[in-house]
């Protein structure tokens, strides 16, 4: 076996085994790899964690196994487990030495071994992601760097070359605290409670996502993380550690901004509208590259924020997943969509009111996929007049009257307004109404008739008819089985008059009772309107105009009420301007409710003679 070395070392706190070997190499004037050779065992198998090279440094060093294991690495497939927590091959220092010179001068001041070894290396400044000493709050210093392969880890002998004079570096050491970044990740290495979102990943993916989003935030795609040095890495973990610290809401209302900021430039730039990969940069193109599941809880938000800030639907795909539902329209996916020109897009969303005054490029404008595509839908599928007719099942007089009474209207969708189209969306629906309450009958009778027929016998429009049905007003409505759409409706003419009955007031026209009261019709309406006689208005079910009918019994009171001055100068053979000067001389005057009515009016009341 191994018989011990007469020049041995203590373990230091924090110091790893690979920093140790390379020590306690030194201490006997060699360098750690040929060491470890002519002791039977591997400077690699230390660095791996391999146990038997462990066991092996134990025996000869005289350290216990336990004391080299607390800060040893353990090699896990392509992953590296160091206290704990899962590293990789980019979270560890290997041919680039840091170390902090305030430790370093206190290593030689506190010990009475040479002081090429009694400088030690500690497991912090293995990590990448750090650079600062928690202990001293000072940045580390580079003591060597661009190692070759065969001196990687080697601690000792680099730190000897770099550590001429550790006064003038501690004298040049930049103060400063930790980054947020590096605080996190040394309390995560020490075991220290922390709360933060990226507790979920792993370590390596907690610093790489941290460095990521803050090297975007402070420098876009200018630069790498892997390429930021000193002053800029340090910023970019600060940053970083604060966008995705608190999670989803942070990191979305990032990439929000990062978003607008973007297109800002783009616009500026005069670059075309553009998807999530030049948005995101290297943020979507290093999680794109990096297809560890580790990032997927980073990928799931980025996911979230491009499904509900690009026009993303079936055809694309969001890191090489195909997507599979749609969110949100652009003016250039519904063109695809419905095969339409952007002018016909940008005109039915303006009709609709979904296309207002807006800011910035009209191509980046969103649209809510349901609603648009509802609308779509509806405006576009139309078919013309002559199709239309056919697919309800009706002849082009019907049409024109349907047509006329609005009950069918026509919408234009292409640039050539003058083209009847018909939405296929309304016409079915109309077909699907009028159908509604329609049972089967095989032919006709006296009380199953077509509209045709209904309206010739009732002397109503076939539109009137309509209106009772689709407002379901017919007690019996049928369909004839052997025909198809509107052709097939059948109603019984007897409901049609009856319902025609009821919608008449009783009363007399305007017309009727200014024959009768001897005043002009268009008085008569005017002293309706001012509720000096009663009225009801209603809907002709012949024209469908607007009319009104007087009650007889009020047109009986004010002709007992009032009297005009033409009716009055007549019953008394007078003339008329004499009878006025007559009244007005007398100091009567006209009805004040009556005055613009067209015509004088006096109470008769007032009038010694009226009666
Ligand atoms: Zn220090």
Request: net charge neutral.
């Amino acid at each position: 076996m191994f018989s011990p070395l007469a020049l041995r070392l203590p373990i230091m706190p924090d110091e790893p085994p690979v920093y140790f070997l390379s020590r306690l190499a030194a201490r006997n004037f060699m360098k750690a790899r040929p060491f470890a050779m002519d002791m039977g065992f591997t400077f690699n198998g230390v660095e791996r964690g391999d146990q038997t090279a462990i066991d092996t440094l134990a025996a000869v060093s005289g350290v216990s196994v336990a004391d080299l294991n607390a800060c040893g690495s353990r090699t896990v497939g392509d992953r590296i487990m160091l206290k704990g927590q899962l590293l990789d091959l980019n979270s560890v220092r290997r041919a680039r030495v840091q170390a902090c010179p305030e430790c370093l001068r206190h290593d030689v001041a506190s010990s009475d071994l040479p002081s090429s070894v009694a400088m030690y290396g500690r497991v912090q400044w293995m990590l990448n992601s750090v650079e600062t000493c928690e202990k001293h709050g000072i940045a580390l210093v580079t003591i060597a760097d661009k190692l070759p392969e065969c001196e990687c880890q080697d601690w000792s002998p680099a730190a000897a070359s770099g550590l001429d004079d550790i006064s003038a570096l501690v004298k040049t050491a930049v103060a400063r605290r930790p980054s947020r970044l590096e605080g996190y990740l040394l309390d995560r290495l020490n075991e220290k409670p922390a709360e933060s979102w990226l507790d979920g990943l792993p370590f390596y993916a907690a610093e790489q996502t941290a460095r990521l989003f803050g090297t975007m935030a402070l420098f876009r795609d200018s630069t790498t993380p892997f390429s930021l040095y000193d002053s800029n890495k340090y910023s970019a973990g600060e940053i970083g550690f604060d966008i995705v610290n608190g999670g989803p809401s942070d990191i979305l209302s990032f990439l929000t901004d990062l978003k607008r900021d973007q297109l800002q430039s783009r616009h500026a730039a005069g670059k075309k509208t553009a998807g999530p990969a030049p948005i995101y940069g290297r943020l979507y193109s290093r999680l794109t590259l990096m297809d560890d599941p580790a990032y997927n809880p980073v990928r799931d938000i980025l996911t979230e924020h491009i499904m509900s800030h690009f026009p993303m639907g079936p055809g694309d795909d969001i890191f090489g997943t195909p997507v599979t539902s749609r969110r949100f329209h652009s003016i250039l996916t519904l063109q695809k969509k419905y095969d339409k020109g952007d002018r016909t897009v940008i005109k039915i969303l303006t009709d609709e009111g979904l296309l207002k005054e807006h800011a910035g490029n009209l191509r980046d404008m969103l649209f809510d996929a349901p609603t648009t595509e509802r609308l779509m839908d509806h405006m576009v599928k139309s078919v013309s007049l002559a199709e239309a007719q056919k697919r309800i099942n009706v002849t082009a007089n019907v049409m024109n009257t349907l047509r006329k009474d609005k009950i069918i209207s026509r919408q234009c969708t292409e640039s050539d307004a003058t083209r009847d189209r018909y939405s296929i969306v309304e016409l079915d629906d109309f077909v699907r109404r009028l159908f509604v309450d329609a049972q089967p009958v095989d032919s006709d009778s006296a009380n199953a008739v077509c509209l045709m027929d209904a309206s010739a016998r009732n002397r109503c429009t076939i539109s009137v008819i309509v209106k009772f049905i689709l407002d379901r007003k017919l007690p019996w409505v049928g369909s004839r089985n052997d025909v198809r759409g509107v052709a097939s409706i059948r109603v019984n003419p007897g409901d049609v008059s009856q319902l025609l009955a009821r919608q008449v007031p009783i009363g007399v026209h305007a017309f009727e009772a200014g024959t009768y009261l001897k005043i002009a019709p268009p008085v008569i309406r005017r002293i309706a309107d001012r509720g000096l006689i009663k009225g009801t208005c209603y809907v002709d079910p012949l024209s469908g105009r607007k009319k009104m009918v007087l009650s007889t019994d009020d047109i009986e009171r004010f002709n007992a009420e009032y009297v005009t001055l033409f009716n009055l100068a007549r019953a008394m053979r007078r003339q008329l301007s004499q009878l006025r000067a007559e009244l007005t001389a007398q100091g009567i005057l006209p009805a004040k409710e009556t005055i613009g009515v067209g015509a004088t009016f006096y109470r008769r009341s007032d009038v010694p003679f009226g009666n």
